[in-house]
């Protein structure tokens, strides 16, 4: 297995001239100053931003080109790579998301809650959320507001008899959710059967239901929800302003978008040491937990070719939202944008 170091100077030297002795020579050169090669790093980045912008205007009459992972690839090709990924891992996802993170991802999904502050009676779009981790957090959210709702109610009603307490909370017991709903949106069949098995252990029914869709193309009307979210999904996109205009188009005026996604660390130290182990150890735990090099590889990779937080925050402004601002977690390991309709 090639180490990260070898990798890096093969891609540098010209990944199609088979050109292994040369990166032999220059691995050794530079192992006694490991960190320098991270720089390489940022060559990769600067590839795919120059991969997109000019995909288009070499490619009139053939299909375009676009980015998977390190790889250049046909938009079709690329649809179809990213499905596999995740149809390979859809079993061990949410274990691998604790082991990558070390249960950080958890936290993450609180805060993104806690941004959204869903009241009863929100209408949530939950896309590329097959395995549920949002949708779930969603309905506890709502329910413990609906909780406290009524105990409200009842301090507010202390003439009450308990036989009218008990039928107060009989009653509202069948609409605990008071209204609210969220739709789990994923274009992985596998990845939405996951998320199912889960809502059936976890015991979640009411307020919820499954829906198989692409995030370029949402199988919804007009106008309709009143949050959207996307969690670690939308740099799998192959149209990523494509998938923004979808989200504008199914939020009711004066509806929010919300997008917890990894994005690019700042601190060079910090920076450093995340490639480090971004490269080094997540394909390594992907091939021990599931059997899988090659996707947690590609993972990897696309979070360096996603936007920066700025050209990100431009492209939802683009999309016609307002108010779009980003909160960095982790140093900016990740980051929560959101934007309105308005």
């Known amino acids: 297995m090639p180490t990260l170091s070898m990798r890096m100077l093969q891609y540098r030297c010209g990944r199609g001239r088979g050109n292994m002795a040369t990166a032999s020579k220059m691995a050794a050169s530079v192992s006694t100053g490991f960190c320098r090669s991270w720089r390489g790093y940022r060559g990769h980045r600067a590839l795919c931003l120059l991969r997109g912008l ?6 009139q009459v053939t299909e375009k080109e676009t980015h998977f992972g390190f790889q250049t690839v046909s938009e079709t090709e690329k649809g179809q790579k990213v499905y596999q990924v995740f149809e ?46 949002i949708a779930f957090r969603f309905i506890n959210y709502v329910c413990s507001h609906r909780e406290h709702q009524i105990q409200q109610k009842l301090r507010s009603q202390q ?37 199912k098995r889960k809502s059936q252990q976890l015991g979640y029914s009411e307020g919820l239901s499954w829906v198989v869709g692409n995030a370029e193309e949402l199988p919804f009307s007009d106008d309709k929800f009143d949050i959207y979210t996307i969690a670690f999904g939308i740099r799998n996109v192959t149209h ?16 929010r978008f919300l997008c917890l996604e990894f994005s690019h660390v700042n601190n060079p130290l910090i920076s450093s040491l995340y490639d480090l182990y971004s490269f080094q150890v997540i394909p390594v735990l992907g091939e021990v937990i599931a059997g899988d090099w090659k996707s947690y590889q590609y993972l990897v990779e696309s979070i360096r070719c996603f936007p920066t937080q700025e050209e990100f925050k431009d492209m939802i402004e683009d999309a016609g939202f307002l108010k779009v601002n980003y909160q960095n977690l982790s140093a900016g390991i990740v980051a929560i944008h959101s934007g309105f309709k308005l």
């Open 88 to 133: 390979n891992v859809a079993k061990k996802y949410d274990l691998m998301n604790d082991s990558m993170s070390l249960g950080i991802h958890r936290v993450w999904k609180d805060i993104l809650l806690r941004h959204m502050n869903p009241y009863p009676g929100t209408q949530l779009l939950d896309v590329a959320g097959g395995t549920g981790d």
């Open 240 to 255: 990523i302003d494509q998938a923004l205009q979808e989200a504008y188009r199914v939020l009711k005026p004066g509806g």
């Open 54 to 59: 000019c995909s288009g205007a070499r490619h």
């Open 159 to 195: 003439n009450l008899s308990w036989q009218e307490i008990t039928k107060l909370y009989q009653e509202e017991e069948h609409k605990s959710l008071g209204g609210s709903h969220v739709v789990v949106c994923d274009i992985n069949k596998e990845m939405l059967k996951v998320g």
